[in-house]
């Protein structure tokens, strides 16, 4: 993928309903500059692919579309074997796949985790409810915004709650200047959630993705949900990992909707690590 390819992938992104945020595409494209790819048929571009290395032990494969009018070829299963080349050798690679698609990756060694729900609130007010915390549980946060917020402090919090240390990805997907980021930190300097939220392109219209959504509780990412729904309202949509068990219960009581599902699968040993303080993910593309 090319500088110049952004514009198209991301509208195909926006046609297929993937809801893309404000430079998410020229982000993915960063993160690994081998490992994002547009198919050609002659000059014609005609699909698109991810297969991002974070590091020598994790990859994940997303963005992968073919353009209507061009399925049923076989250029998707080109694609998906180049992507799957460039990680063949890490010893994990995750993706998130449509329900009617879990079966064919299983054929190529990936094996279902669990449920990736994506949720949805539609408003212009607060969001409803009364509110699951005390002000005592964030009453000795500091509320930090966007530059204010040192960068170690994000990436050592969300590197104990991810699959992999990603402080390249975290830097340029926290200070895209699209949305707002909110970081919670105690006195002593410790992070205790953030959140970011960004202007997302949906099929008809506009709204607000939010992602990554961390915290160390229900209450505190209810409060950070709170405030970043209170600055950006609208559409509003989330991912939140199924192995989290805390986050159907949170979102239905404040109001979310569910409106679709995907699976989470990996091909290798999943990695051994809780989800239980991930409330939403940062984009299904890149995990």
């Not at 048929?41 to 020598?56: E, F």
């Not at 402080?167 to 006195?187: C, E, I, K």
Request: hydrophobic residues 35%; aromatic residues 10%; negative net charge.
């Amino acid at each position: 993928m090319q500088k110049g390819d952004i514009p198209l992938v991301t509208h195909w992104a926006r046609t297929e309903g993937f809801a893309p945020g404000a430079g998410d595409v020229g982000i993915y494209r960063h993160t690994d500059r081998q490992g994002v790819w547009v198919g050609t048929l002659g000059k014609n571009p005609i699909g698109c692919i991810a297969g991002v290395r974070y590091n020598a032990a994790y990859g994940f494969i997303g963005l992968f579309l073919v353009v209507p009018e061009q399925r049923g070829n076989g250029y998707g299963l080109e694609l998906w074997k180049h992507a799957l080349e460039h990680l063949t050798c890490l010893p994990c690679i995750g993706l998130e796949a449509a329900l009617d698609r879990v079966k064919d990756y299983s054929t190529w060694g990936f094996n279902t985790s669990s449920p990736t729900t994506r949720w949805q609130w539609v408003g212009n007010d607060e969001l409803p409810g009364n509110k699951g915390y005390s002000e005592e549980e964030v009453s000795g946060l500091s509320i930090l915004q966007d530059d204010e917020i040192p960068s170690i402090v994000i990436q050592s919090y969300d590197a104990k709650r991810e699959p992999s240390p990603r402080p390249h990805f975290l830097a340029d997907w926290l200070h895209h200047p699209a949305g707002t980021v909110l970081a919670l930190v105690d006195h002593n300097g410790s992070c205790h959630g953030f959140g970011r939220i960004r202007p997302c392109l949906l099929s008809e219209g506009e709204g607000w993705r939010i992602g990554p959504l961390l915290a160390d509780s229900p209450q505190l990412a209810e409060f950070l949900l709170r405030l970043l729904v209170k600055r950006h309202q609208g559409v509003v949509l989330l991912d939140t990992p199924g192995l989290n068990s805390f986050a159907t219960p949170l979102l239905k009581r404040i109001g979310f909707n569910e409106i679709s599902r995907t699976i989470r699968m990996y091909r290798g040993d999943q990695p051994p690590i809780s989800m239980n303080d991930i409330y939403g993910l940062a984009c299904l593309e890149l995990g």
